[in-house]
């Protein structure tokens, strides 16, 4: 039985994964080299220096100076921060917002599970700062996605078992992530990144609460 609902955010709650792409691509021109689609979904869910790492490694490029490293990832989160910056209410992805309503009216535990550092600079600007009972995000946990750490303090936070927790997630890094702190996994776009998923839904135009059900069978 389902009691609580953690959301990723970026690509689940609102769409600024592809801000993330635009920035990481900017900066792989930069060096010389070209970031595809394809290769941009390895980088989903994964912590900024991480992230960074997979691009270097994916241009062929070997960088041993932290300093070197710290400076191009606070280069690319500059250029994100200018759109993320811009965001206002009406960004929530479709059906986001009467989705979390309903899940509060019908008592359901809400959380946001994210690798970002960001993610409160996104909760304000688009209205839902003080909606969720728990954020966890990237200034919380030690370790990103595909470790099950901020799902696993989303339920902590929450006070309820692992078990009772259904996890969206746009990432493949995600879905394994929750998997491994032993939720339920629903995985939100196309299915050829997220076959690991319990389900997989393409955007939450036609979910609702009585739809939850549905999804853990
Ligand atoms: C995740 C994104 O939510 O946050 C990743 O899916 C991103 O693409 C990661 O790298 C870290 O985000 P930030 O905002 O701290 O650089
Ligand atoms: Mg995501």
Known sequence: MIKAIIFDLDGVVVDTAIFHYQAWKRLANEMGFDLTPEQNEQLKGISRLESLDILLDIGGITIDSYEEKQKLATKKNEWYRENILKMKPSDILP????????????NYKIAIGSSSKNAGTILERIGLDSFFDAVVDGTKISKSKPDP???????EELNIAPEYCLVFEDAAAGIEAAKKAGMLAIGVGDYTNLSNADKVIPDFSNINVMLIDNLTK
């Not at 750490?149 to 339920?155: D, M, W, Y």
């Open 149 to 155: 750490e901020v799902f696993l303090k989303a339920a």
């Open 95 to 106: 059906g986001v917002r009467h989705f979390i309503v309903d899940l509060k009216n019908t």
